[in-house]
């Protein structure tokens, strides 16, 4: 292989998620075998179901809000701004599930986790209202106008609920931070992806260039 396939090739390896905890270790190994003889089988059963019920349910409340027509503003669209708050709650909780073991700080308790929770829907609203009263409604790719001052709103709150002892230990650990930075990176390149993704779709739907195209989504 040439240098410039060898570096791209670790590029991508190195920025797929399953590499960011390090690789396999014995103790690893011996853990998850200790883990396998004392967990019952209705807890694994909730490990592995919890994460996709908590989607599952953040999905159907959105959809169960009935929406209003585009062209009556943002002031009117009040099921939109119930939705948004929805996702708010989503990323949050992206955050809260994974801070704990990409950077190894405590986990927050339930209070602090339902005070963040809350304060990111609002947040997501209260941004997402100011970006519509200053450009236009319904707003052009909203989840990816409204992330970058979200995630400055979101990162604040954290440093809020975390206090200052937790946060200056999280940002000593620098290796495990930049991990977890490639995750949010990731995300945000999900985010952009997708758009550009769908319009390419529908650009050679009924083509023959349709299947290249679809084969091109696991990437």
Same mark, same amino acid.
């Given at each position: 292989?040439?240098? =410039?396939?060898? !570096?791209?090739?670790?590029?991508?390896?190195?920025?797929?998620?399953?590499?960011?905890?390090? !690789?396999?270790?014995?103790?690893? *190994?011996?853990? =998850?075998?200790? @883990?396998?003889?004392?967990?019952?089988?209705?807890? &694994? $059963?909730?490990? =592995?179901? +919890?994460?996709?019920?908590? %989607?599952?349910?953040?999905?159907?409340?959105?959809?169960?809000?009935?929406?209003?027509?585009?062209?009556?503003?943002? !002031?009117?669209?009040?099921?939109?701004?119930?939705?948004?708050?929805? #996702?708010?709650?989503? #990323?949050? @909780?992206?955050?809260?599930?994974?801070?704990?073991?990409?950077?190894? $700080? +405590?986990? =927050?308790? %339930? !209070?602090?986790?339902?005070?963040?929770?809350? @304060? /990111?829907?609002?947040?997501?609203? $209260?941004?997402? &209202?100011?970006?519509?009263?200053?450009?236009?409604?319904?707003?052009?790719?909203? *989840?990816?106008?409204?992330?970058?001052? /979200?995630?400055?709103?979101?990162? %604040?709150?954290?440093?809020?609920?975390?206090?200052?002892?937790?946060?200056?230990? *999280?940002?000593?650990? +620098?290796?495990?931070?930049?991990?977890?930075?490639?995750?949010?990176?990731?995300?945000? &390149? *999900?985010?952009?992806?997708?758009? &550009? @993704?769908?319009?390419?779709?529908?650009?050679?739907?009924?083509?023959?260039?349709?299947?290249?195209?679809?084969?091109?989504?696991?990437?």
């Amino acid at each position: 292989a040439t240098p =410039l396939m060898t !570096k791209w090739f670790h590029a991508w390896h190195a920025s797929q998620p399953s590499r960011f905890g390090g !690789k396999y270790s014995i103790e690893r *190994m011996l853990a =998850l075998e200790d @883990y396998n003889r004392k967990a019952s089988v209705p807890r &694994v $059963v909730l490990v =592995l179901i +919890r994460l996709p019920l908590v %989607v599952f349910f953040i999905v159907i409340c959105q959809e169960a809000v009935p929406l209003q027509r585009p062209n009556e503003g943002w !002031k009117a669209n009040y099921g939109f701004w119930v939705r948004a708050g929805c #996702a708010g709650v989503a #990323a949050s @909780y992206a955050v809260t599930s994974q801070i704990g073991l990409w950077l190894n $700080v +405590r986990p =927050l308790s %339930v !209070k602090q986790s339902v005070a963040y929770h809350v @304060y /990111s829907g609002s947040a997501f609203v $209260v941004v997402g &209202v100011a970006v519509a009263a200053v450009s236009v409604f319904p707003v052009p790719f909203f *989840m990816l106008a409204v992330s970058p001052p /979200s995630a400055l709103v979101l990162g %604040v709150g954290l440093r809020v609920v975390l206090g200052t002892e937790e946060w200056e230990r *999280m940002f000593s650990l +620098r290796r495990n931070l930049r991990q977890f930075s490639k995750i949010i990176v990731l995300s945000g &390149v *999900m985010y952009a992806g997708y758009p &550009v @993704y769908q319009l390419l779709f529908t650009k050679v739907n009924h083509t023959p260039y349709e299947l290249p195209v679809l084969l091109v989504l696991p990437i």
